[in-house]
């Protein structure tokens, strides 16, 4: 008998709580311990916040012009560009709106010259700082200071609309201690209380990017833009130009990049398979190759490797990786920015999920072992090593590359012709590979 697989909905006929019922089991990855952690803060916390809501002064509307807006995305690179759509669509909703955008320090350097927003306010964010929970939540740090100072700027900037999507009761909070009239965001995480809107979330469409998106249209606006980019100015363009000729790269050359690095070690597919890697694809195609290095990370040794090491600051290397005709990474910030320029990507995934964070657009490809049940982790193995990533070989990944190269090289114009963006999942009894469409 045939098999009827049915997709998620969010019309009419799944209402708002149903939907956030079942987000928990396809939006986020949380215990049972965490969830009744949650719920307990929330019953302590609902009636003190309704009290307070009741005794601030004045009325509390929350509609009415719109002149000062709120978006708070305080995490990683990756995080900034796929919030990037959301911040284009939202300056075309409200073009005479001021814009603020809360970010972390690391991150401010990527808004620089994108006209997304008019002002950023930077902040260290304790949680979002260490993978220690002891270090995470320490109140000794000095790391709450700066955040309470933070916090008592956004309350006397007096926001009338703000955004947050992590559906997260932390950032929930953030919003309603800052006095925001309008604060839109998801409450399936907790604290839908601290929230004048409770967006509903869609089911289907799980990514990041989307569920911002998703905040847009729960005010009744359109999402017009919804991929990802970023600008490169003339000056960085031509530090690209002059730094790549210092290097012998001529005009005209295939540049491949290779980025290993990434936030953290257990989505680090390793120097010595990127190195074989870059080897082979240069045996086998006309390629140089470009070895980029995170000047905040240990410099990987590079004696006897065929390729060309570069170490910039994040603008510096936006200008050269825009040149790059392909880049091949682990599932990382790099990743996001390559897709943002237009850069088409070959990514290594590991403990998180693709449906969530994957690269966006038509040209990328993922290579994800498949069949791990405790995926996604965020980063807390439960094992001695990520096997998810030390599983899969170098051959799986050169497939990847070696198909999007041919596909490139013979398309002549930068666009891979008649290939579908795919998710390349490993056999975990044989060294071939599966597609499947990655949505």
Request: aromatic share 8%; proline share 6%.
């Amino acid at each position: 008998m045939p098999i009827r697989t049915v997709g998620f909905s969010t019309s009419a006929n799944l209402t708002s709580k149903n939907a956030d019922a079942a987000a928990l089991g396809v939006l986020v990855k949380m215990s049972t311990q965490k969830r009744l952690l949650i719920r307990a803060i929330e019953v302590i916390a609902q009636p003190l916040v309704l009290t307070l809501e009741r005794l601030r002064r004045g009325p509390r509307n929350v509609v009415g012009e719109v002149k000062k807006i709120l978006v708070m995305e305080y995490w990683n690179l990756g995080d900034i560009v796929m919030l990037s759509p959301f911040l284009r669509s939202l300056r075309i909703q409200y073009p005479d709106a001021s814009i603020t955008l809360l970010t972390s320090p690391k991150a401010a350097p990527l808004l620089e010259h994108q006209g997304l927003v008019d002002q950023v306010i930077v902040v260290r964010v304790p949680w979002a700082q260490h993978y220690s929970r002891w270090r995470k939540y320490n109140p000794f740090s000095p790391r709450w200071l700066e955040f309470l100072r933070t916090l008592n700027l956004l309350r006397h900037q007096q926001f009338d609309l703000a955004f947050t999507v992590r559906a997260d009761i932390r950032d929930n909070f953030i919003l309603w201690l800052s006095k925001v009239r309008r604060r839109v965001g998801y409450g399936f995480g907790g604290g839908a209380f601290l929230l004048t809107d409770n967006a509903t979330p869609d089911l289907e469409h799980p990514h990041l990017s989307v569920r911002w998106l998703g905040l847009l249209e729960h005010l009744g606006n359109s999402a017009l833009v919804r991929q990802p980019s970023l600008l490169v100015t003339e000056e960085e363009d031509q530090h690209a130009e002059q730094c790549l000729a210092a290097l012998g790269v001529r005009d005209g050359e295939f540049l491949v990049g290779i980025h290993p690095g990434a936030r953290n070690a257990m989505r680090q597919w390793g120097d010595a398979n990127f190195a074989a890697l870059a080897q082979r694809l240069q045996g086998q195609f006309p390629i140089r190759v470009l070895w980029f290095q995170d000047p905040t990370q240990e410099t990987a040794s590079l004696d006897g490797r065929q390729v060309l090491p570069l170490s910039l600051p994040l603008r510096q290397f936006m200008g050269v990786l825009k040149r790059c005709e392909l880049l091949i990474c682990n599932d990382s910030g790099p990743m996001h920015i390559a897709t943002a320029l237009g850069v088409p990507v070959v990514a290594i995934f590991g403990p998180t999920e693709p449906a969530w964070f994957g690269p966006l657009g038509p040209n990328n490809r993922i290579v994800i072992q498949s069949g791990f049940w405790c995926r996604p982790c965020f980063d807390y193995c439960r094992f001695d090593k990520p096997y998810c990533m030390r599983v899969i070989t170098v051959d799986s990944v050169y497939g990847a590359a070696a198909e999007t190269l041919t596909a490139l090289m013979h398309s002549g114009d930068g666009e891979i012709k008649q290939v579908s963006p795919t998710l390349l999942q490993i056999s975990s009894t044989v060294d071939t590979v599966s597609t499947k469409v990655l949505s």
